[in-house]
């Protein structure tokens, strides 16, 4: 899995004014002006524009007139002499060779070798080897016979020798070549003097061939490493090496490419009688047009083609002293042909200097000739003004480029290899950077400005005007030491320098074409890049007094020349004191203008090192391989982006290289530490320390995927973990977590997240703002808050996708589909139900041992999220109640939130609390709560109430309980109305807003009678609404009761007698158990009086009221004596209603019932119960006699006075 190594800021630190910033913008400027040197280069004129050469093969010719030496005339007096050599110091040879020279016999021969620091000298037999900056690291080679005539240094090829040896050391004698190694175990060098450490020459020869009696007069190679000798016998030789010796070739041979294979086949005999020797003594080699020259004794100059690849070997054409002569005789014709001959000297010029010049080949006498190789024909002859040795002036182009230029957006390989660099061109580069600009006769500035200012305008074609405070601005004109540094930069990165890193090739992989991506440079011309810039990193950092750390303390371009001006005098004074002063600040503010320049420019030259460092590093390990380990995006971005703006802006592209490579060896199975260690050494600016930790920590995690031990995985695993913790504000933690949880390391998870919001908001910015009711003004703190909360949810995610498990349906069995062992579906990896939650569980009781109040807080509201707010309750946190105070304080989700809090109370026995919480959810004005949540409510306040009351005996908690219980009386009647209306009107639109009214609050009893119950004529929501408040009104009372008879009458009007009276006896009792315990509410002689009208109306039972009440659970006696009252009041409704028995009878009822159950009476009563009916009775029965005679009432007699004599009987 990637890992994220890149290490992103907290805002706070990279704001306008930081160094961050001000060090983005130093490289986004030196880069603007490296692309401007760049371009310059670019349209810079070839050599063959220069030298005037009219066409691509047409000679010229110059140095026949003054016009063609400007620097040498006797006009400029104001230019000086410049010298053309200069002597910078003096270095003598070391003592101990001085006095080798009184051993000497035969020869002595002496050279350098600037690549590796070095001078030698032989004597002899003996090569002595040492340090010529300092005279120092003396090393000798003794080991051979005879006398050394040729001594060369040259580069072995790749792939064969040992990776320790740096260079081969080739030294001619007349009987046998010896190639010796040598190595520098402190590394290459480029332009720099790191080569002056120790040097190793390896005593034992690596090679050594019989010269066959040929006298080697040079030695040298090409960039490739194959080794070339030129013979006294005029014969240009080859040294072939290899690894190991073939069934058909030696491990070392001898080459001659002068002679043809079928040369053997002359006798020697004859070749010596009719050939006469001509030396080659020269070779010369460009690598970058892969061509070799040779010239000889004689002026004969043979041209060879090394193939594209620079492995091929073929002569292409040879041009004799006389033809040379004769063609330059034809251009210059004016000019004795003696100076023309005899050559004395060849030198390459490559690709980088010229695209049509290849060759310049100089005379005895300081003539040039120019020449190109494709046609052999002169291009330029040069003449000299003496018979010096004649040179070209003019700063740039003196310059030489380091590798080949390709157009800006060519991506692919570089053309041609750079050109070696020459270790002297340290002292050369110091030499340059001190140039002064020559001051010109017209509008100059003093020439002792460091940082000489241009302030000039051009009135006119060649006319130059002094600047003043009115015609122009001051402009920042650079040094010479600031533009050299950039020229260079530039022309050693110019052709990778807007290329992409790599391009995307077709390969054929069996039957199918695959498309890969490979680097857009090659591995060598990386590595020579990288020793050229090398040498100028360590150049400025030797040479510069700056610190990179100091960027930004100066002021920006952007503001420069608005501040410059305003040292100008607003009155336009032009003395020259005035002029002085002004020179005086645009001198000091240009400076310090320059210096932020050139630590952005030093900073931009470590960071491309660093860049090419990281970019070999993939090439030496399968760059293809690892481009496959990047993401899509990345992988799209690396083909598109250019090699400044992967510089400059591609650390996360750098990061993901980084991590692809670390990716291939855990793959492996390798450790990581040396890759790890090698890449800090490298590039420690694109790979930290931190990144260091972040892959070892990746490849632990990695490495206990394959441990099968507990123990040992669960060690591996904590060490990866402390490794993590490290490095926590910078890991990317959802990648990492996510990999934990692949290997259930759950802990791991919770530890790592909790350290990375310490980390990440160390001032603990994040709590204080929350606890300061998140202020929006507060930027800073609402970024730590929100960082914060971000390494919380990979908590909570991990916790969700285990309570998601928990509940995950089991896999139903299935019919296998072959024959055969059971088949693998699932992933093996899966937590069963059981263990999901058995994980959940050890992560919610760690995680209450976070001392972490933010994180608390996190993690309630993903509880109460994923409704899991009973495993809320379990939580033993002291910052839970705070919290849910805090939540309801701010309104958000009010009541959800109250509920909860009640219940937290409730499961830790706060029940005086809770009863307070639930009774503010009763009376909270919200739709959110139904007016049974409410009913509900107040009925766990009163038992919370209680339950409290009971451990603490508090007046207070008292009439606390009493409130609540009249509230719910209140709540009762409310829910009462509201069903009503539900029942009965809620087909009415007027109704419906009623019944959402009574759900959303609760509401005073005047309010519920006026607003509701009396406004829809709800008759028993009255009667209970009176009942509540103790209002006392016997003809309201009655005639409520009068109305809910009525009323179901009325709606039971449909239903058969029977049923009807079932319905109105349930309705009577239902209520009558409310309210018979309060007479006032009750009336029963009213009701019976009226029931028993409706009874005689509708023809129903006799006993239908009597035995109502006595459901309802009046007294026997209270009864009898309502009746009694009603007969002897003699009403003459019931005549009206032609039932004068109806009460007498209902009587003989209720009596009749006593006598079968005698038990209706309590037994201490029962004897004056019995003596009342008998009296009773009596009266009844004189009043039945006094009426006339019928069957009916002769019936009703009889009975009475059966009924009397079981009364006797009973008594």
């Given at each position: 899995q990637p890992l994220n190594l890149g290490s992103p800021a907290?805002?706070?630190?990279?704001?306008?004014?930081?160094?961050?910033?001000?060090?983005?913008?130093?490289?986004?400027?030196?880069v603007r002006l490296i692309d401007r040197h760049l371009q310059d280069d670019r349209c810079f004129p070839d050599l063959s524009e220069l030298l005037g050469v009219p066409s691509h093969n047409m000679p010229s010719v110059s140095g026949v007139s003054d016009m063609d030496y400007p620097l040498q005339g006797p006009s400029l007096l104001s230019v000086p002499n410049l010298p053309e050599l200069n002597a910078v110091r003096r270095v003598p040879l070391p003592p101990e060779l001085v006095e080798q020279f009184s051993h000497m016999q035969c020869n002595c021969m002496m050279g350098v070798f600037p690549e590796i620091c070095r001078a030698w000298l032989t004597i002899d037999n003996d090569i002595f080897m040492w340090n010529y900056e300092d005279g120092g690291d003396v090393a000798y080679f003794d080991g051979l016979i005879e006398t050394i005539l040729a001594v060369g240094l040259v580069k072995p090829k790749q792939g064969i020798l040992q990776p320790h040896i740096h260079y081969l050391l080739v030294l001619a004698t007349s009987v046998d070549v010896v190639i010796l190694g040598l190595s520098f175990p402190k590394g290459h060098a480029g332009l720099n003097d790191s080569m002056s450490g120790g040097m190793q020459l390896l005593p034992d020869p690596l090679f050594s061939i019989p010269t066959d009696n040929t006298y080697i007069l040079s030695i040298t190679s090409t960039d490739l490493g194959r080794i070339f000798m030129a013979g006294k016998d005029g014969c240009l030789y080859e040294i072939a090496y290899q690894a190991e010796a073939g069934w058909l070739s030696q491990r070392c041979r001898k080459i001659n490419h002068s002679k043809s294979s079928l040369s053997f086949l002359i006798p020697s005999v004859l070749q010596f009688s009719f050939s006469e020797d001509d030396p080659i003594v020269q070779i010369a080699i460009d690598n970058t047009r892969n061509t070799l020259f040779t010239r000889s004794e004689k002026g004969v100059l043979q041209v060879y083609d090394l193939g594209a690849d620079g492995q091929g070997m073929s002569r292409v054409a040879t041009m004799t002293q006389n033809s040379i002569v004769a063609a330059a005789g034809n251009i210059a014709r004016t000019i004795d042909r003696s100076v023309f001959r005899p050559i004395v000297?060849?030198?390459?010029?490559?690709?980088?200097?010229?695209?049509?010049?290849?060759?310049?080949?100089?005379?005895?006498a300081g003539l040039t000739l120019d020449r190109q190789t494709n046609h052999i024909a002169r291009t330029h002859s040069d003449l000299p003004s003496s018979l010096l040795l004649l040179f070209r002036y003019g700063g740039e182009a003196q310059m030489r480029f380091p590798a080949a230029m390709?157009?800006?957006g060519t991506v692919g390989p570089i053309m041609s290899s750079p050109a070696p660099v020459k270790a002297l061109v340290t002292?050369?580069?110091?030499?340059?950077?001190?140039?002064?600009?020559?001051?010109?006769?017209?509008?100059?500035?003093?020439?002792?400005?460091?940082?000489?200012?241009?302030?000039?305008?051009?009135?006119?074609?060649?006319?130059?005007?002094?600047?003043?405070?009115?015609?122009?601005?001051?402009?920042v004109i650079f040094s010479g030491k600031h533009n050299g540094i950039c020229i260079y930069f530039a022309r050693i990165l110019g052709n990778i320098w807007d290329g992409s890193l790599a391009v995307e090739q077709n390969i054929s992989r069996g039957n199918q074409t695959v498309s890969i991506l490979e680097s857009s440079v090659g591995l060598c011309e990386l590595e020579s890049v990288i020793l050229e810039l090398g040498g100028l990193r360590e150049f400025l950092d030797k040479n510069s007094q700056i610190s990179p750390s100091s960027l930004g303390a100066a002021s920006s371009p952007a503001n420069l020349q608005q501040r410059l001006l305003g040292f100008m005098r607003p009155d336009g004074a032009n003395s020259q004191q005035v002029q002085q002063e002004l020179q005086r600040k645009y001198h000091t503010k240009a400076q310090v203008y320059e210096k932020i320049s050139l630590q952005g420019i030093q900073q931009l030259v470590h960071r491309s090192y660093q860049t090419l460092a990281l970019w070999r590093l993939l090439c030496e390990h399968q760059f293809s391989l690892i481009m496959s380990e990047l993401p899509k995006e990345f992988q799209e971005q690396i083909k598109a982006v250019g090699f400044k703006d992967v510089v400059i802006r591609g650390k996360e592209l750098s990061g993901a290289l980084i991590t692809a490579l670390i990716n291939v060896y855990i793959k492996d199975n390798a450790s990581v530490d040396a890759?790890?260690?090698h890449l800090r050494d490298i590039c420690p600016l694109l790979y930290s320390s931190d990144d260091s930790i972040c892959s070892k920590a990746n490849e632990l995690l990695q490495s206990s995927k394959q441990i099968q031990n507990k123990v040992d995985k669960e060690r591996t695993l904590r060490e990866s973990l402390q490794l993590y913790q490290q490095i926590s504000q910078h890991t990317d933690l959802p990648l990492v977590c996510f990999q934990y949880r692949q290997v259930r390391f759950y802990e791991g998870v919770l530890e790592l997240c909790l350290t990375a919001a310490d980390k990440k908001d160390p001032q603990r910015l994040g709590p204080h703002f929350y606890k300061n009711g998140e202020p929006e003004e507060d930027r800073v703190g609402q970024q730590a808050f929100q960082e914060r909360l971000l390494c919380y949810k990979c908590i909570t995610d991990t916790m969700q996708e285990l309570v998601n498990q928990s509940k995950a349906a089991p896999q139903s069995p299935s019919v296998p589909k072959q024959p055969g062992p059971p088949v693998m579906t699932s992933d093996p990896n899966m937590l069963s139900n059981e263990e999901a939650a058995a994980h959940f569980e050890q992560m919610l009781s760690l995680a209450q041992r976070s001392?972490?109040?933010?994180?608390?807080?996190?993690?309630y509201n993903w509880l109460i999220q994923a409704d899991l707010t009973d495993k809320l309750l379990e939580v033993n946190s002291p910052y839970l109640e705070e919290h849910?105070?805090?939540?309801?304080?701010?309104?958000?989700?009010?009541?959800?939130?109250?509920?909860?809090?009640?219940?937290?109370?409730?499961?830790?026995?706060?029940?005086?609390?809770?009863?307070?919480?639930?009774?503010?959810?009763?009376?909270?004005?919200?739709?959110?709560?139904?007016?049974?949540?409410?009913?509900?409510?107040i009925a766990r306040a009163i038992l919370s109430a209680k339950s409290s009351s009971s451990i603490s005996a508090q007046a207070s908690d008292g009439e606390f309980l009493h409130e609540l219980e009249e509230k719910m009386d209140l709540v009762r009647i409310q829910v009462q109305i509201q069903e009503t209306l539900i029942r009965q009107y809620s087909h009415h639109s007027s109704v419906k807003n009623a019944i959402s009214q009574l759900d959303s609050e609760l509401m005073d009893i005047t309010k519920l009678y006026g607003e509701f119950a009396d406004h829809f004529k709800l008759s028993e929501c009255k009667l209970a609404i009176i009942h509540c408040g103790g209002h006392s009104d016997p003809i309201l009372v009655q005639s409520l009761w009068q109305e809910i008879m009525e009323k179901e009458l009325a709606d039971t009007i449909a239903m058969s007698p029977v049923d009807r009276m079932r319905s109105t006896s349930l309705k009577l009792v239902s209520l009558g158990k409310i309210y018979a315990g309060t007479p006032r509410y009750f009336p029963l002689e009213f009701l019976v009086r009226f029931l028993e009208q409706e009874v005689c109306r509708l023809n129903w039972d006799v006993g239908f009221v009597t035995s109502t009440m006595l459901e309802i659970g009046l007294q026997l006696p209270r009864l009898l004596e309502v009746y009694d009252q009603l007969f002897k009041t003699r009403d003459p409704c019931w005549q009206r209603l032609k039932k004068p028995l109806h009460l007498v009878?209902?009587?003989?009822?209720?009596?009749?019932?006593?006598?079968?159950?005698?038990?209706?009476?309590?037994?201490?009563?029962?004897?004056?119960?019995?003596?009342?009916?008998?009296?009773?009775?009596?009266?009844?029965?004189?009043?039945?006699?006094?009426?006339?005679?019928?069957?009916?009432?002769?019936?009703?007699?009889?009975?009475?006075?059966?009924?009397?004599?079981?009364?006797?009987?009973?008594?």
């Open positions: 907290m805002p706070s630190s990279a704001g306008p004014n930081s160094p961050g910033a001000a060090l983005a913008e130093a490289l986004e400027n030196s000297h060849i030198s390459v010029i490559d690709r980088s200097e010229s695209s049509d010049c290849h060759l310049l080949a100089v005379t005895h390709t157009s800006p002292s050369y580069l110091v030499l340059f950077l001190s140039i002064v600009s020559i001051p010109s006769s017209i509008g100059v500035m003093p020439p002792a400005l460091a940082t000489p200012f241009a302030p000039m305008v051009h009135s006119g074609p060649g006319s130059i005007a002094p600047i003043t405070p009115v015609t122009a601005s001051p402009e890759i790890s260690n001392q972490d109040e933010l994180f608390h807080i996190a993690m849910l105070m805090h939540m309801i304080k701010q309104d958000q989700n009010k009541v959800h939130n109250m509920d909860l809090l009640w219940r937290y109370y409730e499961k830790n026995r706060s029940f005086g609390k809770a009863a307070h919480v639930l009774a503010r959810l009763a009376d909270m004005q919200s739709t959110e709560i139904s007016l049974k949540q409410r009913l509900e409510y009878e209902c009587i003989h009822v209720l009596l009749s019932g006593y006598v079968d159950d005698p038990s209706r009476v309590p037994a201490y009563d029962r004897r004056r119960f019995t003596n009342v009916c008998l009296d009773n009775i009596c009266g009844y029965l004189v009043e039945l006699q006094s009426l006339s005679p019928n069957s009916a009432l002769q019936h009703t007699i009889g009975n009475f006075k059966s009924l009397q004599a079981k009364l006797e009987r009973l008594h």
